[in-house]
């Protein structure tokens, strides 16, 4: 197979003093991603995609969801698992519109956005719900107005301290009792 047969051919191919340099390292990123699967292919153009910020990618390039979570979630930069969750939760609720959303869509929107793999998916929105950032509602995820506030106040790293401090004891749902006289 002659893979080098098509770069020589374009009509943006590179001056021919550095053609042969850049025909070696095609030739290597060819034959690096041949021996990987095409699953993981895929992430990895993603990635590189991402990186380079072009059309890079297995038959075009990127969806142009994924490549907008993308951005979308290097601008907010979640440094905690359920954190990357919430963020997800607010792209696909808010800014595409999807008025149901499940973990199996939360899973495939951070894959195809090259985004680490969640260790626990599950403990990722157990953490969530724990910090009242979204709801389950018969395996549909949401977003709280809490959780909606957390993500528009990324990065900063001191949001979640921030919400909870700025709410009375009651609104964080917590037992206020009251004292008897």
């Not at 979630?73 to 999807?98: M, S, W």
């Not at 499940?102 to 990722?124: C, E, I, Y």
Request: aromatic share 6%.
């Amino acid at each position: 197979m002659n893979y080098y047969h098509d770069v020589q051919t374009e009509e943006h191919a590179l001056p021919s003093r550095s053609l042969g340099k850049d025909l070696d390292i095609f030739r290597e990123i060819v034959e690096s991603l041949t021996a990987v699967p095409e699953k993981d292919r895929r992430r990895i153009l993603a990635l590189l995609n991402s990186y380079f910020g072009e059309g890079v990618g297995v038959g075009g390039s990127v969806p142009p969801e994924a490549d907008r979570l993308s951005k979308f979630l290097e601008q907010k930069r979640p440094k905690l698992p359920f954190e990357r969750l919430a963020g997800i939760v607010y792209y696909l609720q808010y800014l595409e519109g999807r008025p149901h959303i499940t973990a199996l869509d939360v899973s495939k929107a951070n894959t195809a956005s090259a985004q680490p793999k969640f260790a626990d998916l599950r403990g990722a929105i157990a953490e969530a719900r724990r910090h009242r950032l979204i709801k389950e509602v018969s395996d549909n995820l949401a977003l709280t107005k809490r959780g909606a506030e957390f993500v528009e106040r990324l990065p900063q790293p001191i949001a979640l301290q921030d919400a909870n401090k700025t709410r009375k004891p009651s609104q964080l749902g917590l037992l206020v009792r009251k004292r008897r006289r």
